[in-house]
């Protein structure tokens, strides 16, 4: 299983970006597509999966109104939409997912029960 994201880039505050993750071979063992994010110099963090297969979707609460998490297509690719960026989201964005993942809700992803990831990209918000 692969993964393979693009997008990213640097903007300036209150701009938008959107990054993509496409999952190889897809199957229905892998439909889970979580989203993490990792600032210098902190520790990874969670803040969005989707299920591919049921479009059952988690994002975090203080994301809520700027950032989306949909899918497209044949269900193998999952989107990050990100609008009025600021500077606190620069970070490197990962997906990832697993075999064993579940996504509700209610559930925030951790990365500890994530196997494949894709490559990162870097997001920079800066004036």
């Known amino acids: 299983v692969q993964l393979v994201q693009s997008g990213g880039g640097s903007v300036q505050p209150g701009e938008s970006l959107r990054l993509s993750c496409v999952v190889s071979?897809?199957?229905?063992?892998?439909?889970?597509i979580a989203w993490f994010r990792q600032a210098l110099g902190k520790e990874r963090e969670g803040i969005a999966c989707i299920n591919l297969r049921y479009g059952r979707i988690h994002l975090a609460e203080s994301l809520k109104g700027r950032f989306t998490i949909y899918r497209y297509g044949d269900k193998n690719t999952s989107y990050l939409q990100m609008i009025a960026l600021k500077p606190e989201d620069t970070a490197v964005y990962y997906c990832?997912?697993?075999?064993?993942?579940?996504?509700?809700?209610?559930?925030?992803?951790?990365?500890?029960?994530?196997?494949?990831w894709g490559q990162g990209t870097q997001v920079t918000v800066s004036a």
């Open positions: 071979r897809f199957t229905s063992n892998y439909d889970v």
């Open positions: 990832a997912t697993d075999q064993w993942a579940t996504c509700l809700s209610t559930f925030t992803p951790h990365e500890s029960e994530f196997e494949y």
